[in-house]
């Protein structure tokens, strides 16, 4: 009997200590702070969209729809934070995709066609699998649209993408280099035409010789939205480079020091004239390549033929 | 008198009514789940009818297979096998038979809710609040059911088995109250994260704990072979109890969740590995010299397949929450397709085999029909691998395109026939239950005299 007693007490304490550990422990450490990025209801004469989200949930949209993008999703929009989630309950993460995240899909297509796709699917999207919705009420229908439109509707680029908080209170402050300075903008020159001129071009438009053959294109420094980098987030790009593509990690090559030269260089970049371009015909045409026809010895060198 | 046809004091009448309800349960929820399934390959197929669009299908498909079908067929294995274990009587049949209707109020009630929408929007957690209470303290009842059972047992030692049930029972009540969350509203991520903490759990520290107890009990008495080791047993009953538990974040690695929870989860997900193991080892070893027995007795073949696919189940899992697997396979049908080989390749093939070892030993009255169980066995097991195979290929299908960007409308293409392979198995499936149900309800109401054959099978037992 004893002997029971011992095994009974030792599940007790096992069980209670992994309740602690991974059920309590984690309210009481992670308590994520609002980012301000989350979605927002805002209610109109129209729409309700949190009354959307009710029909969301009733209706389980989330069995086949997830609402958390990944850093290899590609084309999902940005990445969320913790504390995009604060207001989210019963959360709506979903485990599986059979069909698209939702995460960002607000604003993605206007609400007529949402509605379309909700009635029936297969004729804004053929071959779709995604059931058809057509026996909500008219009222349900809108909500539900209206809580799709929100989706992300705080999480737009210009409001995310910021430097993590150790560039604006770690590096920020100890900075020796006037990024402000012709002297210090000098300096960086020589580091540019090193490091970066192979991708981003001499003048610094993305056009340097490797760009050909790169998937996604090195940044043109010279678009006008680059003048309104802070420093704190330039020093940030250079130094961690851009996930996802094969910008690199100059953290690891070049000192601070150096990094916050090429700071002073890339913002006295020119800002070039951005060209809009709304007519076909003033697209440069460019005129089609002709790839040179290679002898039968380049085109197979081991052949032994010469 | 009325009390006695209500809540009968016949023995075994509890455990047989669990048993009967799970059956019945396990025909509308696996049936959910085909007509979900078709519903896959043609999307118009119902029209108009929220009550059987897809999503309410599966909210009802994943309770009632869960919480009817499993949950109930377990619950009557052990009223029937904690009494012949502890060799004495249940403690309460009246009681027993109280939670036995109010189970199946649970599960009206979810019918009722769930079909229509009603829930509370978090996966395995989705019944309301007033069923949640009420499963809350049928789990109690059942619990001190058994407690008090092997507290009057007649016999000094605790066979593992019994570990396993006493074990689970003292987990599960506590696990489902905290995961349902019924009366909190928390924070969006900490309610994922105690979420899947009940999502994982529901099956570690319930389905799993249960169903390898079953196994324990159902191989040796099978095989009439002693067990192999009793020290391995116990290393695995405490293997599961450390490291079974805290794996519940697995289910969310790539959410923006504390990275140190996701450490602890995916650590103990690997080191499940050794419970399984030693789990199996033994199980392997008992049946040593015995396998032939599998070709004439069904219901050893069922639990010997359970075993087979219980191994499948638990190398996939650990291999599945390392999180470069995870990067890959996260999202998609692989993952569906290992739920299924979870709870329906492992755990209702150990429910069936104690079933057709139980009833004719609780009723008194043999199988109608050897055929039919072995058309039940044929149609489940091909069925069960076409839908695996189906899913998995599915969800490789689905995973290639999410790791390299292909659109959604594009691979959703490819994967249809996948579908089709699926509904088709989904059919097999409800069609071999259907046949179990059939055979069930034969053997036990046909007229006495129809059933002398039945004294067999005792002289066998």
Redesign the interface.
């Known amino acids: 009997m004893n002997g029971y007693r011992l095994g009974a007490i030792g599940i007790v304490i096992t069980f209670f200590t992994i309740i602690t550990a991974t059920v309590l422990l984690p309210m009481v450490l992670f308590n994520p702070v609002p980012s301000g990025h989350g979605n927002k209801y805002v209610k109109s004469d129209v729409v309700n969209p949190a009354r959307g989200r009710q029909i969301y949930v009733r209706e389980g949209c989330f069995y086949c729809h997830t609402q958390f993008t990944r850093l290899q999703d590609r084309g999902y929009g940005p990445l969320v934070k913790a504390g995009d989630y604060v207001w989210e309950t019963p959360h709506q993460l979903g485990t599986a995709r059979t069909g698209p995240d939702l995460t960002n899909e607000g604003g993605r297509f206007p609400s007529e066609w949402q509605k379309a796709h909700l009635i029936n699917p297969r004729a804004v999207k053929p071959g779709s699998i995604m059931p058809s919705f057509s026996h909500l009420s008219n009222r349900d229908m809108n909500d539900l649209v209206g809580y799709i439109q929100t989706l992300g509707n705080q999480r737009t680029v210009h409001a995310y993408v910021e430097a993590p908080a150790e560039y604006e209170q770690v590096y920020l402050p100890r900075k020796t280099v006037d990024t402000n300075s012709d002297a210090a903008a000098n300096a960086g020159r020589g580091i540019y035409t090193q490091n970066c001129a192979a991708c981003h071009g001499l003048e610094g438009e993305g056009n340097g010789p490797n760009s050909i053959s790169l998937e996604k294109k090195p940044a043109n420094f010279t678009r006008a939205f680059y003048k309104q980098y802070p420093d704190a987030f330039w020093f940030y790009r250079v130094s961690e480079g851009v996930a996802g593509t094969r910008m690199p990690r100059f953290n690891e090559i070049l000192t601070e020091e150096e990094r916050w030269y090429l700071v002073a260089y890339l913002k006295s970049l020119p800002q070039n004239q951005e060209i809009v371009i709304d007519k076909l015909d003033q697209l440069n045409k460019v005129g089609q390549v002709h790839l040179p026809k290679l002898t039968e010895q380049e085109w197979e060198p081991h052949s032994g033929g010469n | 008198m009325l009390l006695d046809a209500v809540l009968s004091n016949r023995e075994g009448s509890a455990a047989r009514n669990f048993i009967l309800s799970a059956i019945w349960w396990s025909i509308l929820g696996m049936g959910a789940g085909m007509l979900g399934g078709l ?2 390959s043609m ?2 197929l119902i ?4 009550q059987l ?4 299908l ?2 009802w498909h994943v309770n009632a297979v869960a919480i009817g079908w499993l949950s109930m067929g377990y619950v009557g294995a052990m009223y029937y096998m904690v009494p012949s274990l502890a060799k004495t009587k249940l403690w309460s049949e009246r009681l027993g038979n109280f939670t036995m209707w109010a189970w199946n109020a649970v599960m009206v009630g979810a019918f009722c809710t769930l079909i229509n ?7 395995y957690a989705e019944l309301g609040a007033v069923l949640d209470v009420l499963v809350a303290i049928a789990l109690v009842t059942i619990a001190a059911n058994v407690y008090m059972t092997v507290v009057n047992r007649k016999v000094k030692k ?1 066979y593992v088995s019994l ?1 396993y049930f006493l ?1 689970a029972l ?2 599960f009540p ?1 696990v489902y109250i ?1 995961g349902q ?1 019924t009366f909190v ?11 899947w ?1 009940y999502g994982h759990n529901i099956l570690g520290m319930w389905f799993t704990t249960v169903g390898v107890g079953m196994m324990y009990y159902l191989l040796p008495r099978l095989t009439n072979a002693p067990l192999y080791s009793h020290g391995l047993s116990m290393l695995g009953f ?1 293997g599961i ?2 490291f079974y ?2 794996t ?2 697995h ?2 690695l ?5 990275e140190w ?1 996701k450490a ?2 995916v650590i103990s997900s690997v080191f499940l590995l050794v419970p399984v193991l030693t789990v199996l080892t033994n199980f392997f070893m008992t049946m040593k010299g015995k396998w032939q027995q599998v070709v004439t007795d069904m219901p050893l073949r069922f639990a010997v397949t359970s075993c087979m696919f219980y191994l499948v189940t638990c190398t996939q899992g650990p291999f599945q929450a390392t999180r470069w697997v995870n ?1 890959y396979l996260h ?3 692989w ?2 397709g290992h739920a299924h080989l979870a709870l329906l390749g492992t755990f209702s093939f150990i429910l069936t085999s104690a079933i057709y070892y139980g009833l004719p030993r609780i009723t008194g009255r043999d199988w109608h029909s050897q055929g039919l169980i072995r058309a039940h066995y044929w149609l489940k097991f091909l069925g069960f691998l076409l839908m695996m195979l189906s899913l998995t290929i599915a969800g490789l299908i ?1 995973s290639a395109g ?2 390299f ?1 292909v ?3 594009q691979w ?2 490819q994967i ?1 026939p996948y ?1 089709g392979l699926r509904a088709v198995s989904g059919v097999m499936i409800v069609l071999g239950q259907c046949i179990f149900a059939y055979n069930a309800f034969k053997s036990l109401y046909t007229p006495a005299a129809k059933a002398a054959d039945a004294k067999t099978a005792e002289v066998k037992a």
């Open positions: 519903e896959f999307p118009d029209h108009n009818i929220p669009s897809f999503p309410h599966r909210m929408g009603s829930t509370e929007g978090r996966e605790l570990w074990g003292f987990w506590l905290i969350r509203a928390l924070p969006g991520l900490n309610d994922a994260i105690v979420g903490f405490w109890a450390l538990a805290p519940g974040t289910h969310i790539q959410s923006p969740v504390p929870l602890i989860a990067w999202f998609t049908q993952v569906v689905q999410w790791a960007g659109p959604v409308d959703g293409l249809r579908w």
